[in-house]
C-alpha cells in the first residue's frame, strides 16, 4: 500500500480521478492533439517527443519532496480553470490551435493546484513550465524567424568561406561560390537546432547550482551558440563541394553534420559552465537539492476532494457537450463565384492563373482566384482573393506577413497604408515593400470579414470569435495585390499604382462578398 502511495504522493484513490480527467482532456482537445502529432512528424519538432518523458522524470525526481508534502485542495484553481476553458473557446471559434494548446496547459495546470494544493504545485513548478515545449510555436512567430536566422547563418557562413579563401558570395539566402550555388533552406536555418539547444540549457540551468546570473547567461547563450556552429556547418559544406560535390550538402554528411553542430553546442555550453565557475568564483551553498530525499515524513491522508473533483467534471464536461452539440459556425456562401470576377477593370486586362493543387489542398479555400492585370504602359500587377465560408481550424486565413517571409521574401519595410475612399471613407490595408534575390516587389493585403476590413490575424481571431457566438458566422476572405517595383521606379510609385487599382477593384469585390 505504501509503495502504491509513493508516486509522486498520488494516493490509490486518486487513479480514477486522473483517469477520469485524462479521458476528458482528450475528448475536448482531440482535435488539437491530433494537430499537435502530426506537427511532431515534421522534422522541425521531432525533439517534441521526448519532452513528455522528461517531464515525467522531472515530476518523479521530486517525489520523496512530493510524498512529504500532504495535498491541500483549493478552490484557487479555479483562477486557472476558468480561464484555461475561456482561452479553449477563444482558439476553438477564433479557429487557433496556439490558444487552445495554452488552454491544455492551464487546464492542466489548474487541475494539479485543485487537488494537490499550492505547496506541492510549486514543487512541480519547473516541469510544468518545461511542459509547454511539447507545443510546437505559432507560425506567424516560427516561419520569421526562420528566415532571419537562415540570412545571419548564411552571411556568417560566407565570411568564414572567404576567410578560407573561396570566393563566396550571397543573394539572400543563395550562396554563389563560381563552381556552385548552395540553397540555405530551412533545415539549415539553425532554428532546428536553436530550441533543442535552448531546452537543453534550461536543463542545465535547472540543474546547475551557482548564481541566478550564471544560470541566465548559459540559457541566452544558446542562441548565438547554435547561429554560430550552424553557420560553421554552412562554411564546411562549401569548403567540402569543391572536394565531395553533392554529397557534402545532402545525404548521410548533411544529417550527420546536423547531429555534429548539436552535439558541439551542447559542449560549448558545459564549457561554458566551466568558464564561470572557474573565472567567477562563489561561496558554496550548504542548502543543496540532495536534502530533499532527507528524512521521509508520514503522508497525512486527507478526504478526498469530491468538491473539487466535481466541479472541475462538470466544467469540463459542460465544455464538451457544449463542442459536440453546438454548431456555432454557418457557412456562408458568396454572392457569387469567383469565376465571375471580370477579367477587363478600367485600364487593366487580366489573365486567370491557377494555384497548385499541393497549396489548394493545404489552404482548404472554399473559392479563390488568381488574376494577372497588365496596364496599356506594360506594368502588372498580381490580384488574389481567397474564401472561407467558414474558417475554423486548420481552415482559417493565412496572412501574407507570414506566408512571403516563409517562402524567402524579406520584407524591408512593413506598416500600414491609407487609401481614400468616395464621401470622405478611408480604407487601411497592411503594405510591405519586400525583396528576394535582387527582385522588388510592393504587396497590399487586407481582410475583409462579414463587412469589415481588417489588417491583422490577431483581429481576425477575436471576431471569429464575437461572431460565432453572436452571428454564427466565421465567414472571410483575404485579398493581396503584388506590383513589381521596376528598376526605373521608386516603391513609392508603385504604391500609387496599387492604390489607384485598389480603388477600382474594391467595389467589384463588394459585389461577390457577403457583408
Request: glycine fraction near 8%; proline fraction near 4%; charged fraction near 20%.
Amino acid at each position: 500500500m505504501n509503495k502504491l502511495k509513493n508516486i509522486a504522493g498520488i494516493r490509490p484513490t486518486s487513479w480514477l480521478r486522473v483517469a477520469v480527467y485524462g479521458l476528458l482532456l482528450f475528448l475536448v482537445y482531440r482535435t488539437s492533439l491530433a494537430y499537435l502529432f502530426r506537427k511532431w512528424q515534421d522534422e522541425d519538432f521531432t525533439y517534441c517527443y521526448i519532452i513528455p518523458f522528461i517531464v515525467l522524470y522531472l515530476v518523479w525526481e521530486k517525489k520523496v519532496r512530493l510524498a512529504a508534502l500532504p495535498s491541500q485542495p483549493s478552490w484557487k484553481g479555479m483562477y486557472l480553470l476558468i480561464p484555461g476553458l475561456l482561452l479553449f473557446w477563444l482558439g476553438e471559434l477564433g479557429g487557433e490551435f496556439t490558444m487552445l494548446f495554452l488552454s491544455l496547459w492551464l487546464v492542466i495546470v489548474s487541475l494539479c493546484w485543485l487537488h494537490l494544493g499550492w505547496r506541492k504545485l510549486a514543487v512541480i513548478a519547473f516541469p510544468l513550465v518545461y511542459g509547454l515545449a511539447s507545443f510546437v510555436p505559432p507560425n506567424a512567430l516560427y516561419l520569421p524567424l526562420t528566415f532571419r536566422l537562415k540570412l545571419v547563418s548564411s552571411q556568417i557562413g560566407v565570411k568564414l568561406m572567404q576567410l578560407y579563401g573561396l570566393s563566396a558570395f550571397r543573394e539572400g539566402n543563395v550562396i554563389d561560390l563560381g563552381f556552385t550555388r548552395l540553397q540555405v533552406v530551412d533545415a539549415c536555418s539553425g532554428l532546428r537546432y536553436v530550441i533543442p539547444l535552448f531546452l537543453m540549457g534550461l536543463l542545465l540551468a535547472y540543474y546547475y547550482r551557482a548564481a541566478l546570473w550564471k544560470r541566465i547567461v548559459l540559457v541566452l547563450s544558446t542562441v548565438p551558440i547554435s547561429v554560430i556552429t550552424n553557420s560553421l556547418r554552412i562554411a564546411s559544406v562549401g569548403v567540402l563541394y569543391q572536394f565531395m560535390g553533392a554529397a557534402a550538402a545532402e545525404g548521410f554528411f548533411h544529417d550527420f553534420s546536423g547531429w555534429f553542430i548539436f552535439i558541439a553546442g551542447l559542449a560549448f555550453l558545459l564549457l561554458e559552465m566551466w568558464l564561470m565557475n572557474k573565472l567567477f568564483k562563489e561561496r558554496q551553498n550548504s542548502e543543496v537539492r540532495s536534502q530533499e530525499s532527507g528524512e521521509r515524513h508520514e503522508i497525512r491522508e486527507s478526504i478526498p476532494a469530491l468538491k473539487q473533483s466535481a466541479a472541475a467534471i462538470v466544467f469540463l464536461l459542460a465544455t464538451l457537450a457544449a463542442s459536440y452539440g453546438i454548431d456555432f459556425r454557418e457557412k456562408t456562401p458568396l454572392v457569387k463565384p469567383f469565376s465571375g470576377l471580370p477579367l477587363e477593370i478600367g485600364e487593366w486586362k487580366g489573365t486567370q492563373t491557377a494555384m497548385e493543387q499541393q497549396f489548394l489542398d493545404a489552404l482548404k479555400l472554399s473559392d479563390y482566384a488568381m488574376i494577372d492585370y497588365r496596364n496599356p504602359a506594360g506594368r502588372e500587377i498580381n490580384f488574389y482573393v481567397a474564401y472561407n465560408s467558414s474558417q475554423s481550424k486548420g481552415e482559417a486565413t493565412h496572412s501574407p506577413g507570414t506566408c512571403l517571409p516563409g517562402s524567402g521574401w524579406d520584407f524591408r519595410e512593413s506598416g500600414e497604408a491609407s487609401i481614400a475612399g468616395t464621401a470622405g471613407s478611408t480604407m487601411r490595408v497592411s503594405k510591405a515593400f519586400m525583396e528576394k534575390s535582387g527582385v522588388r516587389q510592393m504587396v497590399y493585403y487586407w481582410f475583409p470579414q462579414r463587412g469589415r476590413i481588417l489588417t491583422n490575424l490577431y483581429q481576425i481571431k477575436l471576431y471569429n470569435f464575437w461572431d460565432a457566438l453572436t452571428r454564427q458566422r466565421t465567414d472571410g476572405a483575404l485579398v493581396r495585390i503584388i506590383t513589381p517595383v521596376y528598376d526605373n521606379e521608386m516603391p513609392e510609385e508603385a504604391e500609387v499604382r496599387l492604390q489607384g487599382f485598389v480603388k477600382e477593384v474594391v467595389p467589384v469585390l463588394n459585389t461577390f462578398l457577403p457583408q
